[in-house]
């Protein structure tokens, strides 16, 4: 049906681009491209092993809105999947305007030297996109992404009114190295070092990085230590969902990587600001991030699993309600099926999904959208079919505290 161009061979490209290649009834006709060719070739003969499709391949440095300007007018496609950083964010979007081609990602723009991830640069598109009669979708991998459409669904069938919304994400499995992020390091320890932040009564509570935690227990897992932080989608599921009293997000880490996150910190590792290094400026979390194993290494071995759910509190035909829904999803069996870990794997099947729906006019609408602003259901059916089946438990006790 249509040519999409995938942008980013990493963790998440590489599973974006087998789960694209395995709907080719969708995707007709796909391109892989990134700054490094040589990774969109090896994930490509990965391809051809695999599923016997082949996928084109290319050089781009994405930061440069011509050179994409060129590739797609080269390819033609439908639309982007923009799986770089959240820096080529806006220049991806360029770049789609100029060329009139749809376009999603997976992570809100971001500064490169200034830790701060906020929608207001890519809300700025909307009248562009609108006027263009193109889309863009925003946020779409599992957090943000499958939590906004969670809410969404719980919002439209389960409650009259969200009051609580507390996004709970844990990673139990076990990669075997000393300290290694499951996805982009740079993003990730930007992301982690940050204030944490909340949402409450109409307005944001900052904490100090790490500050609040508590034992949270994830199903078929048990009990882990969870950290709040502040994460994007609070910023659009707090404008989308009315009523919300309160919206949290938490996330698990071992001891293990809090330890090597502090002395890495404490010795000036996770800077984000250029400092001379023999006569060369360098960015100690860039240098830091060349030493790290990169995520879509971490694959092979990986033991234990995933669980990210909403966990819900509200109002249902006058009678207070709580609803809990997650996916739970296992590292060995991710990498079986395309040769990834479930990190880069809960990102890239719900960034396919968004495409295909995209695609086939489900969710297609001139302007540029969250996904917690569309029809949830077709979503909810294809995480079931594609990879990443979900669960709900009613009327649970929840393990927070409610005024
Ligand atoms: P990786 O670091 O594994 O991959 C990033 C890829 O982008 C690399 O192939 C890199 O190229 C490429 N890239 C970087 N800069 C450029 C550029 N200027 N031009 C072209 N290509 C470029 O990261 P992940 O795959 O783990 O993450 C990808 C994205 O997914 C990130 O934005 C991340 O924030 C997001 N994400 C979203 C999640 C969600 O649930 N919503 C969860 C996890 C990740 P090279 O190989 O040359 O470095």
Redesign the pocket.
């Given at each position: 049906m249509s040519k999409v161009l995938i942008?980013?061979?990493?963790?998440?490209?590489?599973v974006v681009a087998h789960k694209c290649a395995m709907l080719n009834e969708v995707f007709t006709e796909i391109m892989l491209?990134?700054?490094?060719k040589r990774?969109c070739d090896a994930i490509a003969s990965e391809i051809k092993n695999s599923f016997g499709v082949e996928i084109h391949t290319a050089q781009?440095?994405?930061?440069?809105v011509p050179e994409l300007v060129s590739l797609i007018k080269t390819f033609e496609p439908k639309m982007v999947i923009?799986?770089?950083?959240?820096?080529?964010d806006l220049t991806i979007m360029d770049a789609c305007l100029e060329t009139e081609v749809h376009y999603l990602?997976?992570?809100n723009y971001e500064p490169i030297d200034e830790a701060k991830f906020e929608y207001k640069w890519q809300w700025a598109y909307q009248d562009k996109f609108k006027e263009a009669g193109l889309m863009a979708l925003l946020?779409?991998?599992?957090?943000?992404?499958?939590t906004g459409v969670f809410t969404a669904y719980a919002q439209k069938h389960h409650f009259d009114e969200i009051h609580y919304l507390d996004i709970v994400d844990c990673n139990a499995g076990d990669h075997g190295k000393a300290f290694a992020t499951?996805?982009?390091?740079?993003?990730?320890i930007r992301e982690i070092t940050q204030n944490g932040k909340y949402w409450e009564n109409g307005a944001w509570k900052e904490t100090q990085p790490l500050e609040i935690h508590k034992p949270i227990n994830y199903p078929e897992i048990g009990e882990k230590e969870s950290y709040l932080l502040y994460h994007e989608e609070l910023e659009s599921l707090t404008k989308n969902i009315p009523h919300l009293k309160r919206a949290r997000f938490w996330m698990t880490f071992s001891e293990q990587y809090i330890t090597h996150l502090r002395v890495l910190e404490n010795v000036g590792m996770t800077r984000i600001d250029p400092i001379m290094y023999e006569g060369k400026e360098i960015v100690p979390l860039q240098f830091l991030?060349a030493v790290l194993p990169?995520?879509?290494s971490l694959g092979e071995g990986y033991q234990g699993k995933t669980s990210i759910g909403c966990q819900i509190k509200g109002v249902k035909d006058g009678k207070d309600a709580t609803y809990y829904v997650y996916n739970n999803c296992d590292h060995a069996e991710v990498y079986k099926e395309v040769k990834a870990q479930a990190?880069?794997y809960?990102?890239g099947v719900?960034a396919m999904i968004g495409a295909m729906l995209m695609l086939s006019n489900v969710w297609m609408q001139p302007g540029v959208f969250n996904v917690e602003e569309f029809n949830p259901d077709p979503f909810m059916e294809a995480l079931n079919k594609y990879g990443l089946p979900w669960e709900e438990q009613h009327n649970v006790e929840l393990p927070h505290e409610y005024n």
């Open positions: 942008i980013g061979a990493g963790g998440v490209g590489s491209a990134s700054r490094t990774k781009v440095d994405a930061d440069k923009n799986v770089a950083l959240p820096y080529q990602d997976t992570a946020g779409c991998g599992f957090d943000p992404g499958v499951n996805f982009n390091p740079e993003i990730n991030k990169e995520p879509s990190v880069s809960t990102t719900p």
